[in-house]
């Protein structure tokens, strides 16, 4: 009997045929998994493996092709759509910590910024951190008038009629309340209500569910909402965005109002000051969490006082005032059935284990990273032994996994007692699965030593790069095309009519040119029809006009990630003048090379993967391309800036009295400024406290202007 490890080549037409019925079957259930229950089974790597294996086989039998052929369709069912709703203020996520002595290093850093001696004097909240979907829900005039999921943290979806349906959400606040009320916190599925439904579909003969969360997001993304109704879903408040009063002037005060508001809070939130205390209160959670009835994969720590969360302020994408002590992952025994190679975008080989598959905390888990060639060798970054005992990984292994949370599972270990006689060492390739140009492993130019990461050297001729490209450029914090996800890339990117064809971003703006003239009619393919190709037309044009920080990170320019793309932006101010710079900079000398590495969290590595992407006539080329099509916006300027340092080039120096260097600059962002670590001609303000030296003779040497810490508190007007 042939299985899906039968090469092509070898099946006859009848093995075919059922294998292609099977596929036709497999596919359609995974689609529906994924985009109608929220609740996929297998990795998009798995998905793409089962569509590539059925056009293999469609390609070498044309005749088998099958009327419901995944191959006929694109994209899956229809997503019910909720209209969008731009949160007040952004839902931030948290940073993680791992270890006790992470825990230790948080607090340190908050007495740190805030200048404080660690004396225990600062208090902290510390809540289980609950496994399930964040919610925003504004109340005016003490009437709920809205309801929010956290999407991509700045804009969410509506959800207002389904979460009305949640009994423990009050629909309205006692008199009082202030005009305004952004309540925020965790909308969840009780264990106990997850195993009854699951009981419930199982006998009926229906598919039954992952887990508590995914199916609490398949049932607030209903778009009937008597089906959340009958779900029973919970909720706990423990956050807040916009509000237009305080009534309290501490985290546990807010949560405490928010309690006497009618809301459920976590009971096992404790306000403690001591770090040993905080440590001792995340293993009493840890103890109580196999007792409780729903999910947490950690405990959430806060700075309880209100004016010291405002003074710490945020990270791009969370606050300096809370982390998520999060709990070990979970672990399973499993066998290695194969190893796998993926290309991804800039052409890294990784390897992936293929395993037998075994449940880990609740999950059942198939593949593993296992990270590069020395990874698998047993070795870690800097040539140590990794593992208890360094031991290889080959194909045949039992091996420890570990699932934490939504990341890969790892391989945590090789059991060798149970290692099979005939084992080989794996041996990684040296040319690219892909297209068989040659994988190299880089040498670093200063150290010397061998990159870990073996790349393809195809570059633009390898299809997984480029389709891997294509995909980041229209991700969600690139271009978000809606509509044209990382399947209808495959799609497009695999077709051969030059009218559907999609190769390189530019050509996704040429479709509808392109298709306007043709007989190969989108609209004709299965999975689209008219209405959504209009959609898919509408939602390409809307990207005509582009922030410059997206821009900037579509194009993806390796080490340049959003928050890199968004200090190139803030820095640059337009399109033009970044690209007249890089392009200056690629002597990687002189004013243009010196500018680009004052921008803060631009190193040395990143300046020349930039200045080095400019000197790729094909990246020319295609950007030329793509300009004739798109716009880049010179990026909105922060909120503040009618600051009066909005815009401006600030360098702080010396000792600071009043204000740690890291809260200084903070605060300075903040305010739109710029905070470069050296003086150059570009700086314009330079604020010098005492025992300030080499910084402030250059400052007097360039004529920049010069304040002490008093005038920058004048200077700023607080
Ligand atoms: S506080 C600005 N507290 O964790 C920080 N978050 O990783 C606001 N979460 O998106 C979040 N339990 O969905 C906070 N007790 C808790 C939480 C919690 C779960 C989730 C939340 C957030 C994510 C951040």
Redesign the pocket.
């Known amino acids: 009997m042939a299985n899906a490890k039968t090469p092509v080549e070898t099946l006859t037409e009848e093995e075919a045929a059922a294998e292609l019925a099977f596929l036709a079957a497999e596919i359609a259930r995974h689609d529906e998994l994924y985009h109608g229950q929220d609740a996929p089974e297998i990795p998009d790597a798995d998905y793409d493996a089962l569509k590539r294996r059925n056009e293999a086989i469609e390609a070498r039998f044309p005749a088998l092709v099958r009327d419901d052929s995944p191959s006929r369709r694109v994209g899956a069912a229809p997503l019910p759509t909720f209209a969008p709703i731009t949160h007040s203020r952004p839902?931030?996520?948290?940073d993680n910590a791992f270890s006790d002595d992470d825990v230790r290093d948080f607090v340190a850093s908050v007495y740190r910024f805030l200048g404080r001696l660690p004396d225990d004097s600062i208090a902290f909240t510390a809540?289980?951190?609950?496994?399930?979907?964040?919610m925003s829900i504004r109340y005016e005039d003490g009437r709920l008038v809205s309801a929010a999921t956290?999407g991509d943290g700045t804009t969410g979806e509506n959800v207002t009629a389904n979460v009305r349906t949640i009994a423990e959400i009050p629909d309205r606040l006692p008199a009082g309340a202030p005009a305004v009320v952004e309540l925020?916190g965790?909308v969840y599925m009780a264990k106990s209500d997850f195993l009854a439904l699951n009981e419930k579909m199982a006998a009926e003969g229906r598919q039954t569910y992952v887990n508590p969360r995914n199916t609490a997001a398949g049932s607030l993304r209903q778009l009937d909402a008597s089906v959340t109704a009958s779900r029973k879903l919970r909720f706990?408040a423990?956050?807040w965005g916009e509000m237009s009063e305080m009534p309290a002037e501490t985290q546990s005060g807010m949560v405490e109002v928010f309690r006497n508001w009618g809301f459920p809070v976590?009971p096992l939130t404790a306000t403690l000051c001591r770090v040993e205390d905080i440590i001792a209160h995340y293993r009493a959670i840890g103890l109580a969490r196999p007792d409780l009835d729903y999910d947490i994969d950690g405990v959430?720590y806060?700075v309880d006082e209100l004016a010291l969360q405002e003074r710490l302020g945020f990270r791009s994408r969370?606050?300096r005032w809370?982390t998520?002590h999060k709990f070990p992952a979970e672990q399973a025994f499993t066998t290695v059935e194969r190893i796998d190679i993926q290309v991804g975008r800039t052409g890294a080989l990784t390897p992936v284990a293929r395993l037998a598959p075994v449940t880990v905390g609740g999950v059942v888990v198939m593949n593993a990273t296992l990270h590069n060639a020395d990874y698998i060798d047993g070795l870690g970054n800097s040539g140590e032994r990794i593992r208890a005992e360094g031991h290889d990984i080959r194909v045949g292994d039992t091996v420890i996994v570990q699932r934490a949370g939504d990341v890969i599972p790892q391989v945590l270990d090789v059991v060798m007692e149970k290692r099979p006689a005939e084992t080989h060492p794996y041996e990684f390739p040296r040319t690219c699965p892909v297209c068989g140009s040659h994988a190299v492993r880089e040498r670093h130019e200063k150290t010397g030593r061998l990159d870990s990461v073996t790349r393809c050297t195809g570059g633009f001729v390898c299809r997984a790069q480029a389709v891997e490209h294509l995909k980041h450029f229209v991700s969600r914090n690139a271009f978000d095309i809606e509509g044209l996800g990382a399947r209808q890339i495959d799609f497009f990117f695999g077709a051969e009519d030059p009218a559907l064809s999609i190769r390189t971003a530019p050509d996704i703006f040429t479709l509808a040119k392109r298709q306007a003239g043709s007989l190969a009619k989108l609209e004709n393919i299965d999975g689209f029809g008219k209405v959504s190709v209009r959609k898919l037309y509408d939602a390409i044009d809307a990207r005509r006009a582009i922030a410059l920080h997206r821009f900037i990170y579509a194009l993806g320019i390796r080490h340049v990630g959003e928050t890199t793309a968004k200090a190139l932006a803030r820095a640059y101010g337009t399109y033009d003048a970044f690209r007249t710079a890089m392009t200056e900079a690629g002597t990687l000398s002189g004013e243009a090379w010196a500018e680009l590495n004052t921008i803060d969290g631009i190193g040395d590595v990143v300046a020349r993967a930039v200045v080095e992407f400019y000197k790729e006539p094909r990246n020319i080329d295609v950007i030329g391309r793509l300009l004739e099509e798109v716009t880049p916006q010179a990026d909105d300027t922060p909120a503040s800036v009618s600051s009066p340092v909005a815009g401006k080039t600030v360098v702080f120096t010396g000792s600071l009295e009043k204000m740690t260097r890291d809260e200084a600059k903070a605060m300075a962002e903040r305010l739109g400024a710029k905070v470069a670590g050296s003086v150059s001609r570009k700086t314009d303000l330079v604020v010098a406290g005492p025992g300030a030296g080499s910084k402030l003779d250059k400052a007097r040497e360039f004529d920049i202007e010069i304040i002490d810490e008093d005038g920058w508190f004048v200077r700023i007007g607080s």
Not at 91 to 94: D, F, H, K, P, R
Not at 127 to 134: F, R, T, V
């Open positions: 839902m931030l996520s948290l809540e289980p951190k609950i496994d399930g979907l964040s956290r925020r965790e706990f423990y956050a976590n959430v806060k969370s606050p809370a998520a």
